[in-house]
């Protein structure tokens, strides 16, 4: 290939980067790979585009679903001296959501035992402080023993719609954190500190949404360590302290001791000091393992760097498992948890989960496992009494039990399964009338049969499932069969149909009935084209007995085509490797 060629190569490479929607993630280099990089070819270049094309009908109108939706996506990958950078560009007619252009960016470099962070990036943190992404510059070092990163970057970015859209979106600052871990230690005995501050830009939100929501501060920290006391018994600890302000622009709190951490996080009336810990002890012997988990988070415990936190409560835990006979495998476990840990509430809430299983293999063909999950929610008092005909007092139980039978020929294989499970969920509130209580009994069975001569499988598939409630019934009838098939030499063309049938009946309600058919069919030309189509009809009747007879089912159809091009733009092998190839 000539320097011009290469040239005009990569400027239509960056005109695709700089006009596109693009969404660009690119990750390099995998362990030890830079010592690799004088063995790699300095430029690979290859990708990949294709379409998707879906028309949809329904009898009762398009209200909800657009009848065309129409896709186009391509894929380019760049490969220099090993460093591998994928771009992706997606464009849909039918994502509403999709409004601007969507740029990011995203390389992790490796050597060694260093890891760098470029762009969006994640780095392992306590479950506790982090557990979401940033978009910035982070670096890692972990050895057999030793380990430690740090990392900079925006947590969110700003949303500042016009306020006076009445459309607008809900407004939120542009965050900001950093963050750093350090550790010591093996798999059994070690120590981590880890710690993130993050913080709300203020600057990021027009003055007309700060009054609607106020920008937040935050520095937390947390210990984690394990204690390995013997082969057989082991201890783990998690610690978080989480330092938040609900308003960085509320007033600040002035004292000698606080005023010396000021340049790391400034208290104020709005601030709270909160704590979230667990502890484990794990023993683990030659056909038994146990563990005994504590955890505690206390009530409004929040990070910045969590999407989601649960607190106020405490909870205890105890699971086990062991192998009878070399046969028979059995694990169970309980847990309770509570809420109130202040007792500040009006009421205290007590829930229970204890679940039991056990699978063994009978023969060679025969595989059995059944299992029991429970649940008790009780409601007690707190800083108020509860009032007996509103206090919760509820019981759910369910079991289930899975055999599988497996015969197995030279020209058929068979493979039957049975599932059945029974759940029951009841109030246990003296003055309950029933209204809430559900009892739901389900079976099902399955047989798949291969036919190896054909290469071909059928699957028949049966199922009912009766729920009982409050003065009422209702009962769900499924029967589906499928089947496949590879045809070609090259096994190039892969089809598959599934017909389905469902009745519903509401007991004195309702009753209806649905009938599905799915097709599906993929071939690959060539190794690099590959087309597939895909249709469906379904058909859903209403089958009470009634003198009106408007409205009385609906039809939809669906019919997809794809289209997918691989290929090779650029390839520059090393001189070494053309020489020998001439």
């Not at 695709?16 to 690119?26: D, K, Y």
């Not at 939706?69 to 990958?77: I, P």
């Not at 001296?81 to 039918?94: C, E, K, V």
């Not at 028979?328 to 229970?352: K, P, V």
Request: with cysteine.
């Amino acid at each position: 290939m000539s320097k011009q060629t290469l040239a005009r190569t990569l400027l239509f490479m960056s005109g695709l980067v700089i006009g596109w929607p693009v969404g660009v993630s690119a990750q390099t280099l995998t362990q030890n790979s830079i010592s690799t990089i004088a063995k790699s070819d300095p430029l690979i270049i290859t990708g990949a585009i294709g379409t998707q094309n879906t028309f949809y009908h329904s009898s009762v109108g398009d209200g909800y679903r657009s009848p065309w939706a129409n896709s186009l996506y391509a894929n380019l990958n760049v490969s220099v001296y090993g460093i591998s950078m994928p771009f992706a560009f997606y464009y849909s007619n039918d994502n509403s959501s999709f409004s601007y252009p969507h740029f990011s960016f995203h390389i992790d470099p490796n050597y060694k035992n260093w890891r760098g962070h470029f762009g969006r990036s994640t780095m392992s943190m306590s479950s506790y402080i982090m557990n979401m992404s940033f978009n910035g510059i982070g670096l890692e070092y972990n050895s057999s023993k030793m380990r430690f990163g740090a990392f900079y970057g925006e947590l969110r970015n700003a949303i500042n719609d016009d306020p006076t859209d009445p459309s607008a979106r809900q407004p939120q600052y542009r965050r900001l954190g950093w963050g750093f871990k350090a550790g010591y230690g093996s798999s059994r005995s070690y120590i981590d500190l880890f710690l993130l501050r993050a913080y709300d830009q203020s600057s990021s939100v027009a003055p007309e949404w700060q009054q609607r929501i106020r920008p937040q501060d935050n520095v937390a920290i947390a210990l984690r360590g394990g204690l390995g006391l013997t082969k057989w018994l082991s201890l783990r600890g998690n610690l978080s302290f989480s330092a938040f302000s609900s308003d960085k622009q509320a007033e600040r709190i002035h004292s000698t001791e606080l005023d010396r951490w000021d340049k790391v996080f400034s208290a104020r009336y709005s601030s709270l000091m909160r704590i979230a810990t667990d502890v484990s002890a794990n023993l683990s012997l030659r056909n038994f393992n146990t563990s005994v988990i504590y955890r505690m988070v206390q009530p409004d415990y929040t990070t910045l760097g969590l999407y989601y936190t649960a607190n106020n409560f405490q909870s205890l835990g105890i699971n086990a498992s062991t192998t009878l006979f070399k046969k028979i495998a059995l694990m169970a476990s309980f847990s309770g948890q509570e809420d109130n840990i202040t007792r500040n509430q009006l009421y205290t809430t007590r829930g229970f989960v204890n679940n039991a299983s056990a699978s063994t293999q009978l023969s060679e063909n025969l595989q059995l496992s059944a299992g029991y999950n429970g649940y008790r929610q009780v409601q007690s008092d707190g800083k108020a009494a509860v009032n007996d005909t509103t206090r919760i007092n509820r019981r759910m139980n369910s079991l289930y039990v899975t055999p599988s039978y497996v015969i197995e020929g030279e020209r058929m294989s068979n493979v039957i399964s049975l599932t059945g499970s029974w759940t029951e969920n009841k109030d246990l509130n003296r003055f309950a009338t029933g209204q809430s209580d559900v009892k739901t009994l389900a079976m099902g069975l399955s047989h798949t049969l291969e036919v190896k001569p054909w290469e071909m499988s059928f699957t028949t598939a049966l199922s009912h499932q009766q729920s009982d409630g409050y003065q009422t019934r209702y009962t769900s009838d499924v029967l589906s069969l499928g089947t496949g098939r590879a045809f070609l030499k090259d096994k190039s063309l892969n089809t598959s149909a599934t017909l389905s049938l469902c009745y519903n009946d509401i007991r004195d309600q309702q009753k209806n009935l649905s009938i599905g058919a799915y097709l599906t069919a993929g071939y690959t030309l060539k190794k690099v084209h590959a087309f597939t189509m895909s249709a469906s009809f379904n058909k859903y009747s209403d089958t009470n007995i009634s003198d009106d007879r408007s409205n009385r089912g609906t039809t939809e159809i669906t019919a997809s085509l794809g289209y997918t091009y691989t290929f090779s733009l650029l390839h520059l092998a090393k001189k070494s490797k053309v020489k020998n190839e001439e």
